[in-house]
């Protein structure tokens, strides 16, 4: 008997589905940019570790908060994603079972050995601890890009049932390994721009060569994104390249603006200017986190559109949400000024 697979319509949202999507977009480029820190910062300290391990020095001492951030910005767009896509979400992540409940250990571990690795980053053979945590990263990496394709692609969950074991992949999917690559070369390159930005106030008479080798690192990574950005755009279905070409406004005004604060962020670093360059660097992730959630409608149309749900509309909790934002931001906005002050008294 041939399986039939059928997807629940959706439940009811608690606000309009903009409202849900744009705080998913918001907090996905936060997350993404701090895991490319973290990432980007841990091959960094193999392929770039500076005369006398400096630059791997200055990074161990920040890798360990890098990760644990990133995992904790993870969090919300987990939680506004399950609101909207939660049925083909989990449905991924549950085909794809060995993988994904493996993707927790595997970071745990990454995480571990970076905090071995802070106190000796600059011993020799201290290289094999960041090896492996890269190595235990990149795979996460992996794991997180088969889960992002599995939920875009329902047809791909079939192979469950003929091999139930919890082992579905998407690497079949033609935008795989040119998505991977992608976040791999941005990881790099916001990697790089992190060691200038935080070595542009030391003090040391090897600070000016770690941020001009930072910011080199972030235009040559940033220059490889190009033809990967292509290969991957193109590899999409027709469908959804059409959505950044004018079928869809916001996507392409999005694309756009995307790849023109990224010649901005170039243009900066070229300059010598790694404050300038984050800053539209940030930017132009908004604006890619909002093409890749247009990318998701496109594909997912018509058998499924977020704009469609209905809504129940919960004030209490509503209030309650924004709320707990102000206070944390405030709270968070306090603990970082605090450690600043401690860290200038020494």
Known sequence: MSPVMTLAPGEAIPGPWGLVEALLVLTFAAHILVINVA????????????????????????????????????????????????????????????????????????????????????????????????????????????????????????????????????????????????FLAASLAVGGLYVALFSRKAADAGAGGRSRTGLAWFIGATLAQIPLGLWYLLSLPRPVIERFFGLHTGGSLAFVAGLGLAAAALWAAFRGRPGRAAFFTALAVVCMATVRSVARLGYLAPQFDPATLPKDFQIGPFVFFVASTVVVAAASVWAVAAYRRTAKRG
């Open 39 to 182: 990432l980007g910062g841990t091959l960094l300290t193999l392929f770039a570790p500076g005369a006398g391990r400096e630059t791997a020095v200055g990074l161990a001492k920040r890798l360990p908060s890098a990760v644990a951030i990133g995992v904790n910005l993870a969090v919300p767009p987990l939680l506004f994603a399950s609101v909207l896509y939660g049925q083909y979400l989990y449905t991924a992540a549950i085909v794809s079972a060995v993988p994904w409940l493996s993707l927790f250990m595997v970071v745990m571990i990454a995480y571990a050995l970076l905090y071995v690795y802070q106190p000796r980053a600059g011993a020799p053979g201290a290289g094999l601890l960041s090896a492996a945590s890269a190595v235990l990263l990149l795979g996460a990496s992996l794991i997180l890009v088969n889960v992002s394709t599995l939920a875009v692609r329902p047809d791909l969950w079939t192979g469950y049932f003929s091999a139930p074991a919890g082992l579905v992949t998407a690497l079949s999917d033609p935008t795989f390994l040119p998505r991977w690559l992608h």
